[in-house]
């Protein structure tokens, strides 16, 4: 009796590891992709200069973005043809980055004019709208290095909905290497010059 119970159990136990021996052997072959590297541009959102004192606010209307440079690839463009550079992806889509960007390029740039919030908008001096077209690297040549581009139409209107000024701007910012550790670093240097310059002109225009 004793000697049967001992056979069941061997034989129970081998029949688990030739079970267990197919199933370890489905999840080595499971194939090993190398996560992308996550990027970010247009500041960290800090509050610094959230301290001085900003008279007047302006309300920041729904921001535009290209539909292929909205999610969280890096759009690349050469000629007619657009790419996703593989590896490598913003932190969060790349609308977002530069929506939170912006209130941030007013309080971090000592301007007189603040990004109101929502249950402030009573208190307006004006409606801010930005319509980004062009949001992307930018190969001139093959094999070359890319310019970074960031184009972006801005108007501001007044609380009763009269035009006060219109500009684009237009920026350009080359890489100097055909790598994520320059293009990266290029699309936050285009994006805080193009918001600083719109924070400039938001106050001279609201000054006029």
Request: net charge positive; glycine share 10%.
């Amino acid at each position: 009796m004793i000697a049967k119970t001992v056979v069941r159990a061997a034989l129970l136990i081998a029949s688990a590891l030739a079970l267990a021996a197919p199933l370890s052997g489905c999840v080595s072959l499971l194939p090993k992709a190398k996560p992308s590297q996550l990027y970010r541009f247009g500041g960290d959102g800090g509050d610094a200069g959230a301290a001085t004192v900003r008279p007047r606010g302006v309300i920041l209307g729904p921001v535009e973005f290209p539909n292929e440079a909205t999610g969280d690839g890096i759009l690349t463009v050469r000629g007619g043809e657009t790419a996703y550079i593989k590896g490598a992806r913003w932190v969060a889509p790349a609308a977002l980055l530069f929506h939170q960007a912006i209130p941030a390029a007013f309080d971090q740039s000592g301007s007189r004019t603040r990004v109101l919030t929502r249950g402030e908008i009573g208190q307006a001096s004006g409606v801010l709208q930005l319509d980004v077209a062009r949001f992307e690297a930018d190969y001139d040549t093959v094999g070359g290095a890319p310019t970074v581009t960031v184009l972006i139409r801005a108007r501001l209107s007044a609380a009763d909905g009269r035009l006060l000024a219109a500009r684009n701007f237009d920026i350009k910012k080359p890489t100097g290497a055909n790598r994520v550790g320059a293009i990266v670093p290029a699309f936050d240097e285009a994006t805080k010059e193009a918001l600083s310059q719109i924070v400039a002109w938001t106050d001279q225009s609201l000054d006029a």
